[in-house]
């Protein structure tokens, strides 16, 4: 393998290894905006907001990256679907940080009043399964195993059910 290759391969490596960190932030994001959501505590609910910026600056940081290697290497086959697929999975994982902005600023808006308990519940249920669908959507983005992301289509069915007894509620 020439050095340019080498070079290529250990920035893509870099890149999904950004992606998978990208994906834990999300995931973090995920859990401290429920519980602000849930606890009404403004406090934490500001700091979601605030940290929100990092994954923002990350998901840049990852897709300037991945333009230059784009550009410069003209990569093809398997090493071009990889560096499509992080532009597509970024904006998701950024936008995961951002609804959970709208989340923590919804705790703003609610306060001081309490949700009833069967709401409560549904909404820990609903963050306990978003952060599972994360969860697998970033193992396996990092393993590459399809069969493994297929699973997120039924995972993706039962966040939309307990979206909608969230409605009905």
């Known amino acids: 393998m ?6 290529f391969h250990e920035e893509l490596a870099e890149i999904g290894d950004d992606v998978v960190r990208l994906g834990a932030l999300a995931s973090e994001s995920i859990q401290a905006g429920t519980d602000a959501f849930l606890d009404a505590n403004l406090v934490a609910a500001e700091t979601v907001i605030a940290a ?5 600056d990350l998901m840049h ?3 300037s990256r991945t333009y230059l290697l784009l550009a410069r290497q003209q990569p093809m086959a398997t090493d071009l679907r990889m ?8 904006h998701e994982l950024e936008r995961a940080g951002d609804l959970m902005v709208n989340v923590a600023k919804a705790a703003r808006r609610l306060y001081p009043y309490e949700l009833d ?6 909404i820990h249920r ?5 952060i599972a669908q994360l969860r697998v959507a970033v193992e ?23 979206q909608k007894d969230l409605f009905r509620t």
């Not at 560096?83 to 999975?89: G, I, Y």
């Open 126 to 130: 609903m963050r306990e399964q978003a």
């Open 83 to 90: 560096l499509v697929t992080v532009l597509r999975v970024i």
């Open 52 to 56: 929100d910026r990092v994954l923002d």
């Open 140 to 162: 396996a983005f990092a393993a590459r195993d399809p069969a493994m992301a297929a699973a997120l289509g039924d995972m993706d069915d039962a966040m939309d059910d307990l």
């Open 117 to 122: 308990a069967k709401m409560r519940g549904l």
């Open 2 to 7: 020439t050095e340019t290759r080498r070079a």
């Open 61 to 63: 940081s990852i897709e």
